[in-house]
């Protein structure tokens, strides 16, 4: 039955029915979630932010094969856009808002892949990590318009008067949900389009690819720009939830935060970026809660996740390279394949 | 004295800092064609561990060689036990790893030693010398930077030049499979190779600590300045390191002292890009890099 659904067409409708089933059971499950709850509440709306941004390098390092360390600064690109936009237009609805920070953050990452198409391994990794810690301290040099230090703040969304009963984390979360869906079914799609072969054949081979009449340089740009759209949109939810923009939120550590998502989940795949995200939001308070047993000193407590996620990406990187998703996948293809008893001479490919 | 004079001054002698901190990227790129992006963060830790000795002995120089032996023990280890598993790899699972050693030591050093921020001793004083009857913008712990850095440049020097050990090295790093089949212990080697590049960036990590104060992340932005240094000077050289560093010092004065110190990190950006857009093999590289 699965099968049969996986072969409709075409693929965008396929992959809009599934994302609007998965988000009507997401939007379901915020209903039944307790709402006077608002920190759970809160982390949902950090796991879509995270989701967004996590599925669009997905596209970028997992399909394209180019590492991004500066994905948290492109999030911040977003996310000042918001803040600036909303500073001027106070009651702007958030969808255009979120369009603008994706459009400015999609325009930024034209000049940044432009150059990135040039690079390659640790080149490219190197100038993404000077973005990572050199686009924080522009912000704080203009701070008349950037606030400085301090970030800007950005209103908290409010539900519309028709929907008062909502309290307004929930709605966060709501407003949240919408671009995750839309984000997911159209990278879902891309990713079986020609775009998305194109972006997979540049990875495995850059010459070969260019015989086969791929423009290299200009898939590798496109791959950078889609994927710095998602990080501005990501940004600007994060300005959201937040309420406040400021070079602090923008961290190194967000960069390879995102990087331990995908890694975690698995490189290349979409699904995986959702259980990175899942990962990175709920694991530092599972954590947490963890310590009111054990009562370790808060130092040790505060810096265990992300000591946690370095450990991750060694151990991934020496054991288990395809990540959660993958490991899910592959006892999938085990479990089908005992049953059928032949054995399939498929290569298990990372995608 | 005059502004831009005095900003030249204090270039060269952050460039120095920047120059040793290229210097270890560049000795573990020729050996394993790794960029250690946890090579700043194993620095932070040095310093860290030169801080807790000369609390404990009340002795600068007793912290100092601690930090060197740490760094030399860190490197070998990194290299040993982790590292070594990923060296035949694709590239991208390396650099994923030495981010992963970053966190991990950005982490563990405040579970050790707390997240505040911390100062930390200069053996000479870090106020401006008078010679003369003026001031000068440089420090008696500039002149010390800038000679030890030096001093370390020509050990390394000799050591690659003039000795056996050196010989082997160059051997292994250069074509691994051929020393090998000579009796080259390439594994050790490389080990080895990763210590002494560890030094040299925990002397950078010990001498940013006096001016930049230490965090667990103090070291960031040092890695991106050393990192534009090691790609300006090739990736590939020890004397582009030094030449790198130099530029970089001096560029980034100039950016901060004439633009605003925040915009330091940014600049050096925008350098990083320039150099890779315009002359991508660096200034000092013998090897042509693949082209698309």
Redesign the interface.
Known sequence: MLNRLWAVRPTLLRNGALGLVFGVVAAIALQVIDPFNPFLVYQLSSVMYFAIAAAGLTVL?GLN?Q?S?GHGALMGIGAYTTAVVLKSHTDLNPGWVMMASTLVTAVASIIVGA?AA??????L???T???A???P??A??FSNVFGGDAGTTVPSLTPPDALSTIAPEVWLAWVGLIPAVITFVLLTNLVRTRYGRDFRAVRED??AS?LYGIR??RTQVLAFVLSGACAGLAGSLLAYTSNLAAPGSF???LS?LL??AI?IGGLGTLPGAVWGALVIVFVPDWIGSLNDAVHL?S??R??????L??????V???AF?HGINGGLVRLWRLRSRRRRSSVSEEAVGSV | MSYFFVLTLTGIAAGMIYAALALALVLIWRATRIVNFAQGAMAMATTYVALAVIQATGNYWFGFIAALAAGLIMGAIAERGIVRWVENGPPLNAVILTLGLLLILEAVVPMIWGAQIRSFPAPFSIASMEVGGTFIALSPFNVFTIAVVLLVMVALLVLFRFTGLGLSMRASAFAPEIARLLGVRVGRLLTFGWGIASVAGALAGLLVAPTLLLYPNNMDAILVYGFTAAVLGGLDSPIGALVGGLSMGLALSFIGGYLGPDLETAGALVILIAILMVRPHGLFMRTAERRV
């Open positions: 390092t094969g590492l360390l150059a040039r690079l390659r391994g640790p080149y990794a190197g100038a990590l000077g973005m810690i050199g686009l301290g522009v704080v040099r850059e010459v260019a290299v340089a961290p190194l550590t390879l990087l331990a890694v000193p130092a040790v505060d810096q265990l996740p992300l000591a996620f370095g450990a991750v990406f060694v991934a990187m020496l390279p």
